[in-house]
């Protein structure tokens, strides 16, 4: 019964925010390293950020300085900060659980729409 359960994906215009959460359970949150990943119509799914049990992040070039992923153990949930958003950032964005060989578990996702 490991779910991951993602929320706070909507429309919103280019330059604007967002925050995504996503509530895990049936896990030992707090060892586990998380991550988003997104997926756009006809693309394949591509990593958005990780943080490790530790606390360190991980951002490709395409959200450095624009995406913030961040942990809450107590409420064993993971965030993603989204400013400055852009309509490339339109995606399914999905929540990532793992443990070293277990899981990787994934949450059922949450649209972003960037658009005017």
């Known amino acids: 019964q490991v779910q991951l359960v993602e929320s706070g994906g909507g429309l919103v215009q280019p330059g604007g925010s967002l925050r995504l959460s996503c509530a895990a359970s049936?896990?030992?949150?707090?060892?586990?390293?998380m991550g988003w990943y997104r997926q756009a119509p006809g693309q394949q799914r591509e990593l958005v950020a990780t943080?490790?049990?530790?606390?360190?992040?991980n951002y490709p070039d395409s959200v450095k300085g624009r995406f913030t992923i961040s942990r809450d153990n107590a409420k064993k949930t993971v965030y993603l900060q989204m400013i400055s958003l852009k309509p490339e950032d339109t995606a399914v964005y999905y929540c990532?659980?793992?443990?070293?060989?277990?899981?990787?578990?994934w949450g059922q996702g949450t649209q972003v729409t960037v658009s005017s």
């Open positions: 990532n659980a793992a443990f070293g060989r277990i899981g990787p578990y």
């Open positions: 049936g896990i030992s949150f707090s060892i586990y390293a």
């Open positions: 943080i490790t049990s530790g606390g360190s992040t």
